[in-house]
């Protein structure tokens, strides 16, 4: 199986930048589509950017050039940098593994971190 830990959340101004981490164990790291999603009190667990095997990414559309996904498989770690961060960013943030190509379902992830608290103070 993989473990999968975020770190890198915290509370931060209007216009900062964070740079979340995930740190992987377990076996065949590189194998593994890696996602990251969110989820703000009260609604639904948002996707937010994927990168595949061969480090391809994607995008949610709310992000808006803002943030860049990366992976290290020779650290086991994917990361995501965010900047130009605003209040609507405030949620807790996911990392995630799959074995499929349906990046954007949560349902397609089978492993799955504890979460990292973002705050964003307008």
């Known amino acids: 199986q993989v473990q999968l830990v975020e770190s890198g959340g915290g509370l931060v101004q209007a216009g900062d930048s964070l740079r979340l981490s995930c740190a992987a164990s377990g076996r065949t790291f590189s194998s593994y589509l890696m996602g990251w999603f969110r989820q703000a009190p009260g609604k639904e667990r948002e996707f937010v950017a994927a990168i595949t095997r061969g480090s391809g990414s994607i995008f949610a559309d709310f992000v808006k050039g803002r943030f860049t996904i990366s992976r290290d498989n020779a650290k086991n770690a994917v990361y995501l940098q965010m900047n130009s961060l605003n209040a609507e960013d405030t949620a807790v943030y996911l990392c995630?593994?799959?074995?499929?190509?349906?990046?954007?379902?949560?349902?397609?992830?089978?492993?799955w971190g504890q979460g990292t608290q973002v705050t964003v103070s307008s």
């Open positions: 995630a593994a799959t074995n499929s190509v349906n990046y954007r379902v949560p349902a397609s992830y089978n492993y």
